[in-house]
């Protein structure tokens, strides 16, 4: 019984453009530490599954329109729908690895006309605050070579543009810039490395609110 009874898991949050490789590596730090016997979890935003989820895909699959505003709304409050899950997880010690978050929330929202930045961050604001936000990084053009948007909402070339800059505008002291543009496996290594002794250092501080 190592392990102390205050030591909570760490929040790691994934965000980057289309292709920098999020959901692979993802994947493969939640092997790394199953391997390591660390406690861990993935979650993924949207999540599709719930109620609220469903209708984020059928706006993203171009089934249905929802009022920009509206959707908005429903992406945070997939968000929160979560949280009570999430804050027991991590409590109980587990770490998380999240695949997009509030970041994501605010950047494509804010890529619409008539969008503010400010607006956009209210619902999200007092969601578990991230420890570690690991931004891939990734140039257009090497994004490109790996291969074609799909057809969901939101896939094109100008309207991620800028979604990049509004990412650009979210950085605060606890991201990581990371170069995306190396092999699978080094950006695996590169990112195991960073996440090994992030949690550790989480271990007895509380978890933060997000912008507020
Ligand atoms: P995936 O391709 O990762 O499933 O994302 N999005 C995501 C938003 O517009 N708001 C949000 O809050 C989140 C989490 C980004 C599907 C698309 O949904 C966008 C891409
Ligand atoms: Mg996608």
Same mark, same amino acid.
């Given at each position: ?5 205050? @030591? ?16 692979? /590596? ?15 979890? /993935? ?33 945070? #409050? +997939? ?31 804010? #890529? ?29 053009? #090497? #994004? ?6 799909? +057809?969901?909402?939101?896939? /094109?070339?100008?309207? /991620?543009?800028?979604?990049?800059? +509004? ?11 990371? @170069? ?16 090994? +002794? ?15």
């Amino acid at each position: 019984f190592s392990r102390r009874m205050m @030591d909570r898991g760490a929040l790691i949050v994934f965000e980057g453009c289309d292709h920098s490789g999020k959901t692979t /590596q993802c994947k493969r730090l939640v092997e790394l530490l199953e391997q390591k016997r660390i406690p861990v979890q /993935q979650f993924r935003f949207p999540d599709r599954t719930t109620a609220i989820g469903q209708m984020i895909n059928s706006y993203l699959s171009n089934k249905q329109d929802i009022e920009d505003h509206a959707v908005h709304l429903l992406f945070s #409050a +997939n968000r929160w729908e979560l949280v009570p899950k999430m804050k027991v997880l991590l409590e109980a010690g587990t770490t998380l690895i999240v695949d997009r978050y509030a970041y994501s929330g605010v950047s494509f929202t804010a #890529a619409k006309e008539g969008f503010s930045i400010d607006w956009c961050k209210q619902p999200d604001c007092g969601l578990p605050r991230p420890d570690l936000v690991l931004y891939l990084n990734l140039r257009p053009d #090497a #994004a490109a070579k790996r291969g074609n948007f799909g +057809n969901e909402r939101y896939e /094109q070339t100008d309207f /991620q543009a800028k979604v990049m800059k +509004n990412f650009h505008l979210l950085k605060e002291s606890y991201w990581k810039e990371i @170069d995306a543009d190396k092999t699978e496996d080094d950006l695996a290594a590169e990112l195991g490395e960073i996440v090994l +002794n992030c949690i550790p250092t989480v271990r007895e501080r509380p978890i933060e609110k997000l912008w507020c």
